[in-house]
T-cell receptor
Framework: EAGVTQFPSHSVIEKGQTVTLRCDPI?????LYWYRRVMGKEIKFLLH????????ESGMPNNRFLAERTGGTYSTLKVQPAELEDSGVYFC?????????????FGNGTRLTVT | DQQVKQNSPSLSVQEGRISILNCDYT??????FLWYKKYPAEGPTFLIS?????DKNEDGRFTVFLNKSAKHLSLHIVPSQPGDSAVYFC??????????????FGTGTRLTVIP
């Protein structure tokens, strides 16, 4: 079984540019999450999809961030325009069910550097 | 405002000895707690969890203890092995209380097991 895959693994962009991160969850996992870790800080929740619907987007920092999950399969997270404070590692995770006993499976993350 | 705190950024332990990683939380609505382990350039992987109705959960060399009155949990690894060297994240959820499925993470503790 393939794990959660994220692309790209690294991205370096200039302030003001646009970047799109992609996440492919484990096949059959309806729940997809985006998290972010800013250097040295905690991993913070961004949003949660159930299939193609946004279940919870309370962690999205501002309207420069747009997440989509068309068709309920892969998801994209677009940052436009990027700011310096957006630098960090963006993790995607998926789970089979929405529940305490269904642990999240994380991808390896996309390291975003905004210069 | 950080709701899950790991006050020790690093810990070094001799192989074969016990590793104790600590975590404190502030939100009394948290009802489920997890530990994740993270190797460099990889995403966090689920290790062990505990519900707030329990005070201990054991899985092989890993045991998690929960002290609700002190809002404190700890992860014990015994005996520690060099392969346990990684960053350990404590995480908490208030799903039963709030219905929200997002996790709140601490900043992590880097464990080094010395051969």
């Amino acid at each position: 079984e393939a794990g959660v895959t994220q692309f790209p693994s690294h991205s370096v962009i200039e302030k003001g540019q646009t970047v799109t991160l992609r996440c492919d969850p484990i096949s059959g996992h309806d729940n997809l999450y985006w998290y972010r870790r800013v250097m040295g800080k905690e991993i913070k929740f961004l949003l949660h999809f159930v299939k193609e619907s946004k279940q919870d987007e309370s962690g999205m920092p501002n309207n420069r961030f747009l997440a989509e999950r068309t068709g309920g399969t892969y998801s994209t997270l677009k940052v436009q325009p990027a700011e310096l404070e957006d630098s960090g590692v963006y993790f995607c995770a998926s789970s089979q069910a929405t529940g305490l006993t269904s642990p999240l499976h994380f991808g390896n993350g996309t390291r975003l550097t905004v210069t | 405002d950080q709701q899950v705190k790991q006050n020790s950024p690093s810990l070094s332990v001799q192989e074969g000895r016990i590793s104790i990683l600590n975590c404190d939380y502030t939100n009394s609505m948290f009802d489920y707690f997890l530990w994740y382990k993270k190797y460099p350039a990889e995403g966090p992987t689920f290790l062990i969890s505990i519900s707030s109705i329990k005070d201990k959960n054991e899985d092989g060399r890993f045991t998690v203890f929960l002290n609700k009155s002190a809002k404190h949990l700890s992860l014990h690894i015994v005996p520690s092995q060099p392969g346990d060297s990684a960053v350990y994240f404590c995480a908490a959820s208030a799903r039963v209380a709030t219905g929200a499925n997002n996790l709140f993470f601490g900043t992590g503790t880097r464990l080094t097991v010395i051969p």
